[in-house]
């Protein structure tokens, strides 16, 4: 896996708004993505002690092609101004796996695509504005062979046991 980027705000290139809310959701399907190797790479065994979160972006924003085609999948998760999504990026930890979410204002759109691990832990902005903001640095792992759909989500709520509290059910911002 790639070294860690630092993030860099221009104020001629506005920053993506994205959200996030954690859960004890798992990944299957997964596409991988092309390895480096390098010291940072992550143990499997650390990865799967660490938690799961939800991480919520427009793909007209920042899509799983974008978050891909960075620099060895490495980009910042920022933009972010809702407090308790601020606050959950201040709680994830090197390793914690995210499922990326593409929300949207059609019901097509509304998915599951791939996973990222969280490459660097909270960090205050560094780009030239002063700083406005934080981000966690955020690597992808893999890309689902098949997205999993909201409505396929909804309709395993009441047959999987745990998913009852899965954020994206409980807190439906789309």
Known sequence: MAAILRA?????HPLPR???????AGAANLHRMPKKAT????QPAAAAAGKYW?????????S????ARTPGGVAPWDGV???QAINSLRAMRHGDRCLFYHSGSGA???RIVGVVEVAREWYEGEGADGGSGGAVDVRAVGE??????LGDIKKAAGEVEGMGGFALLRQPRR
């Open 54 to 62: 939800l991480l919520k972006t427009e793909p007209g924003e920042w």
């Open 39 to 42: 010291s940072a790479t992550i």
């Open 8 to 12: 860099t705000t221009s104020p001629s």
């Open 64 to 67: 799983w092609c974008d978050q």
């Open 144 to 149: 689902f062979q098949r997205p999993v759909a």
């Open 18 to 24: 994205r959200s996030l809310s954690p859960t004890n």
């Open 108 to 110: 097509a759109s509304r």
């Open 81 to 83: 101004r809702n407090r």
